[in-house]
């Protein structure tokens, strides 16, 4: 029977970095698991990339603050290119409750330490994003550090610097069970037989629930899917352009190869493991888009091209990072709510720090515990695109 000191399920970006850091932090004896043939099928692989420190609670900017930097030095880091493109996200407010809620938050992340996030009258929007429609615009946010990193390159660059630090990635492994004795947690059954070890961490995206279910934990994080449009390539709006968010309606876009990336977030979905491509989404998307940006007009879609995947529910819409404490040894990185890519870094951090100080100098990890929803100590983050 096979050991290891810790046992990670997943291989997304979140199990990636958690295996990177235990390496920095001198682990070296990590089994990551991944019952795919390869990694990124889960959410990483479908995610738009996007990166930001512009956050409505302290807690989600600190993790921002910790994550972006990496990104920035990542490529030097590990060798790996991190496909982070620093071109800010615009908030366009139009109503002032938007508008307000934008100060409130800008003071926030100012207190927390950001340093590149302004506030704007309706002339700077223009010039930040001339090709919108403005006449209703009375204000936004913009932050110069934000932007957008390739996912999927991220993620290999946490694993390979990892696997050559001693980790091993099994793939086509899937975690079948989670076995306890009078300690705690003591190993996994998984389609290719038990690995025995007292450190095992959830890192199991949208499927963390069910993951759950096998310590008889009831982790409250729910699949809901979340559609991406690409155009075909387009020049009518820069290729320098940030994530551009319209507060009215949710919609946003940013560039993307030669065209852009339209994405808006449905009301009317409701939670489940749906991955197929609702075509009647085009529509949706692009009434919005219109709105704001008109010279999408003239935007080509391909249905083919569009793509769905599944964000990872939590009902504060905050994640659960570190142990479980009912059953020791088990870890928990799960619910990012649709922040899993830009917060990677920093869980993994946390994570190792938990595993292997028992504490963490980034945040308070009692707020973001498991126990906190049975407690009704909800954190509510708002900011969630
Ligand atoms: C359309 C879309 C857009 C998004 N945009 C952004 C964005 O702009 N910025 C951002 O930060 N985030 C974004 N996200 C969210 C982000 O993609 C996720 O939060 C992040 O990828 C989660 O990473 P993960 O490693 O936890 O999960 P995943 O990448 O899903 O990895 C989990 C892995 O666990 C494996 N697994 C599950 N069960 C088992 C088992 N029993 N045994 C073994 N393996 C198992 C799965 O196969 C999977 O590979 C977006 C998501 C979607 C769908």
């Not at 004896?29 to 099928?41: F, M, N, P, Y």
């Not at 995206?205 to 991406?228: H, S």
Request: glycine residues 12%.
């Amino acid at each position: 029977m096979k050991s290891a000191e810790v046992i990670i399920i997943g291989g997304g970006i979140v199990g990636s970095s958690i295996a990177y850091h235990l390496t920095e932090a001198g682990v070296r004896d990590i089994v990551v698991l991944e019952r795919e043939t390869h990694q990124g099928k889960g959410s990483t692989g479908k995610s738009m990339g996007g990166v930001r420190a512009q956050f409505s609670t302290p807690i989600s900017i600190r993790m921002s603050l910790y994550s972006i930097p990496f990104f920035d030095t990542f490529d030097e880091v590990m060798g790996h290119p991190s496909g982070y493109r620093p071109q800010g996200y615009l908030f366009v407010a139009t109503d002032p409750r938007h508008m307000a809620y934008l100060q409130e938050n800008y003071h926030r992340q100012i207190e927390a330490g950001l340093k590149t996030v302004q506030l704007l009258c309706p002339e700077d929007v223009r010039r930040i994003a001339p090709e919108i429609r403005s006449d209703d615009v009375i204000g936004g946010s913009f932050c110069s550090t934000d932007g957008f990193v390739d996912p999927h390159s991220v993620m290999t660059g946490f694993m390979q610097k990892a696997m050559e630090r001693g980790a091993q990635l099994m793939r086509e492994t899937e975690v079948t069970g989670i076995q306890v004795d009078g300690q705690g947690v003591c190993g996994v059954e998984t389609s290719k037989g038990t690995i025995s070890g007292r450190v095992v961490v959830n890192a199991a995206g949208a499927w963390a629930g069910q993951v759950g279910q096998l310590a008889g934990i009831d982790l409250p994080v729910e699949p809901l899917r979340r559609m991406l449009v690409p155009t075909e390539p387009f020049e009518k709006v820069s290729h320098e352009s940030p994530m551009v968010v319209d507060m009215s309606t949710g919609f946003h876009y940013r560039p993307e190869g030669r065209g852009l990336l339209l994405a808006w977030n449905d009301p009317e979905e409701t939670p489940g493991f749906k991955t197929n491509f609702d075509r009647a989404f085009i529509e949706k998307v692009l009434t919005r888009g219109v709105n704001r940006l008109p010279v999408l007009e003239e935007a080509e879609v391909n249905p083919k091209r569009a793509w769905a995947g599944l964000y990872e529910m939590t009902p504060d819409h905050f994640p659960v990072i570190g142990p479980v404490k009912s059953l020791p040894g088990l870890f928990l990185a799960n619910g990012f709510s649709g922040h899993g890519v830009m917060h990677s870094p920093a869980t993994g951090r946390i994570v190792a720090d938990l595993i292997t100080q028992g504490h963490s100098d980034m945040v308070d990890v009692e707020a973001l515990a498991l126990e906190r929803f049975a407690e009704g100590r909800l954190l509510h983050e708002t900011a969630v695109l």
